[in-house]
């Protein structure tokens, strides 16, 4: 019986944040559109590809499904701390609630609206011309890579809201979560910046999904071998966040 209560507690924590997409239409639609103007400019007003072999739109489609992914953190983060500022989480914390439905609620919530916005973004580049050329078993995966880095996002979004603790100082860690973004294979590759840079850059776990998502895509920039440390990553990173989010959610109030 207490895992059927915790099941439950999970499913109404969850739907009470889809209920919040009915409340705030507007919220949802920018955290749509904003992406999608990411890829139109960089693809028609800013991308270069220098260094790169092939079409550029084949090689930034990726990149910006990657980056899209890690960007989905600000979102957590500030719907994270809105809870905490107007006590909403105070009182689910004094209900007979299961431990942790409200960030299970929190993390399924944000995965369903990534996983809307992830294929939104591929729907936009197949309007303007992108394609994967992988067969659909390697289509699939790629996206189950993308989401898996979403995924481990998520986490490091909820520990950071839950020290955070304020809307403001979000803002403060937005700061950093740009330029990790940018710093990253996304809309370039390494061979095109300099030595150091490069090597910084391939080490960002952000790049390793999006050569991995590249190459089951049939994108240019894709090579082989990098499922692995596309999998590794996010893995390593939700063992490290999601101890350190639960802890830390224990100890509210204290």
């Not at 099941?7 to 507007?26: F, Q």
């Not at 390697?138 to 304020?166: E, P």
């Not at 850059?201 to 082989?224: I, K, Q």
Request: aromatic letters at 12%.
């Amino acid at each position: 019986m207490s895992a059927a209560y915790a099941v439950s507690d999970c499913w109404t924590m969850t739907r009470r944040e889809l209920a919040h997409w009915g409340r705030r239409p507007g919220q949802v639609v920018v955290g749509l559109v904003f992406p999608v103007m990411m890829l139109l400019m960089f693809g028609y007003l800013v991308g270069g590809g220098r260094g790169i072999e092939g079409d550029y739109v084949d090689f930034l489609v990726p990149g910006m499904l990657t980056l899209t992914m890690v960007f989905g953190l600000e979102g957590t983060m500030t719907a994270v701390t809105q809870d905490l500022n107007k006590g909403v989480i105070d009182r689910f914390r004094a209900m007979p609630m299961t431990d942790g439905a409200v960030l299970v609620g929190r993390a399924a919530a944000d995965m369903l609206q990534s996983t809307v916005g992830l294929l939104v973004m591929v729907g936009v580049g197949y309007a303007i011309g992108w394609r994967a050329h992988g067969g659909a078993g390697a289509f699939v995966g790629a996206l189950g890579l993308l989401l898996l880095l979403r995924f481990a996002m998520l986490w490091i979004g909820i520990f950071l809201a839950l020290v955070a603790g304020r809307p403001e100082l979000v803002q403060a860690v937005q700061i950093l979560v740009w330029p990790a973004g940018f710093l990253s294979n996304a809309f370039a590759t390494p061979e095109a910046m300099p030595g150091w840079l490069g090597a910084v850059v391939e080490w960002n776990p952000m790049s390793a999904t999006a050569t991995a998502v590249r190459d089951l895509f049939g994108s240019p920039g894709g090579e082989p071998g990098w499922v692995g440390a596309a999998v590794l990553w996010p893995v390593a990173l939700f063992a490290v966040f999601f101890p350190l989010a639960v802890r830390r959610f224990g100890r509210l109030g204290r």
